[in-house]
């Protein structure tokens, strides 16, 4: 099975930085896009940002200027870099990747676990 393992949560101040990493695992043939969504309580999840095989990428007007998406094709992995961060960043953030497993000729999605991010002095 495909499994996505989230790191790089934890608890940071207002105006700090953290970098959130996603590895993708199992019997991959290929993954196609790759994205960051995030869940805060009461809220529906929401897509922070996203990235394509060929390192396209698109973000939340809320985070535009402040997060950075970028990817590691050989290692399967995502990454969310986050600088200027607010409490409303508060969330949990989940990985998301479309891919193919191999003796399957589709893609699916797949989530990691979630991590949790707090912002708070």
């Known amino acids: 099975q495909v499994q996505l393992v989230e790191s790089g949560g934890g608890l940071v101040q207002p105006g700090g930085s953290l970098r959130l990493s996603c590895a993708a695992s199992g019997s991959i043939f290929s993954i196609n896009d790759m994205g960051w969504y995030r869940q805060a309580p009461g809220k529906q999840r929401e897509l922070v940002a996203a990235?394509?095989?060929?390192?396209?990428?698109n973000y939340a007007d809320s985070v535009k200027g402040r997060f950075t998406i970028s990817r590691d094709n050989a290692k399967n992995t995502v990454y969310l870099q986050m600088n200027s961060l607010k409490p409303e960043d508060t969330a949990v953030y989940y990985c998301?990747?479309?891919?193919?497993?191999?003796?399957?000729?589709?893609?699916?999605?797949?989530w990691g676990q979630g991590t949790q991010v707090t912002v708070s002095s």
């Open positions: 990235i394509t095989s060929g390192g396209s990428t």
């Open positions: 998301n990747a479309q891919a193919r497993p191999y003796y399957i000729g589709n893609y699916y999605p797949y």
